[in-house]
């Protein structure tokens, strides 16, 4: 079974960037599509991205031009790359997979804050 693991959570001011990464303990292969979704405080669980075998990629409307996604299957590894960050980007961010059935990551924790 495939564990992700995601890192590169923190505090950044707004404007900032960062770079999340999600390592998954085996094959990203057969996962299709992988996302990243997000909860902030008090609230629910929402998709950020998600990308497909092909390429294809869908973002949440609060993120376009702002994130990028990107997956390496030579490296097992899922990024978001976050510009032009928000306060409104506080959340916990999970790393995604699906193959018969979702995978999901423990999740990291970044805030958005001067």
Do not use: H
């Not at 923190?10 to 094959?27: D, E, I, N, T, Y």
């Not at 790393?95 to 990551?105: D, F, K, P």
């Amino acid at each position: 079974q495939v564990q992700l693991v995601e890192s590169g959570g923190g505090l950044v001011q707004p404007g900032g960037s960062l770079r999340l990464s999600c390592a998954a303990s085996g094959s990203i292969g057969g996962f299709n599509p992988m996302a990243w979704y997000r909860q902030p405080p008090g609230k629910g669980r929402e998709l950020v991205a998600r990308i497909f075998k092909g390429g294809n990629t869908n973002y949440g409307d609060s993120v376009k031009g702002r994130f990028t996604i990107s997956r390496d299957t030579s490296k097992n590894a899922l990024d978001l790359q976050m510009n032009s960050l928000k306060p409104e980007d506080t959340a916990v961010y999970y790393c995604n997979g699906y193959y018969l059935r979702n995978y999901w990551g423990q999740g990291t924790q970044f805030t958005v804050s001067s």
